[in-house]
């Protein structure tokens, strides 16, 4: 079992920051997939951002250029900063974990991430 703890989440104006932060624990291994997802309402789940344990980076159209993807793996930390957000940025962000035999996703609780003026 893999656990999933996400904090960072909040209220901001159009274009201000947040980073939002995924601390994983439990069986953890050192070939992974982590990364984020979001869901808005009446939308479904959307791919954000995603980093490997080789290093590899993907983001979603939508936030290249604003959101950072980072990590920390002495933690198994996994980082979202959020730079020049927008309105349609608001959603509930999930922290996601893949690990082999890459059959099982892992989620996190969800933090609700509000850009209003």
């Known amino acids: 079992q893999v656990q999933l703890v996400e904090s960072g989440g909040g209220l901001v104006q159009p274009g201000g920051s947040l980073r939002l932060s995924c601390a994983a624990s439990g069986s953890i291994f050192s070939t992974y997939f982590m990364g984020w997802y979001r869901q808005a309402p009446g939308k479904q789940r959307e791919f954000v951002a995603r980093?490997?344990?080789?290093?590899?980076?993907n983001y979603a159209d939508s936030v290249k250029g604003r959101f950072t993807i980072s990590r920390d793996n002495a933690n198994n930390t996994v980082y979202l900063q959020m730079n020049s957000l927008k309105p349609e940025d608001t959603a509930v962000y999930y922290c996601?974990?893949?690990?082999?035999?890459?059959?099982?996703?892992?989620w996190g609780q969800g933090t609700q991430v509000t850009v209003s003026s």
């Open positions: 980093i490997t344990s080789g290093g590899s980076i």
């Open positions: 996601h974990y893949k690990r082999p035999p890459w059959i099982r996703d892992y």
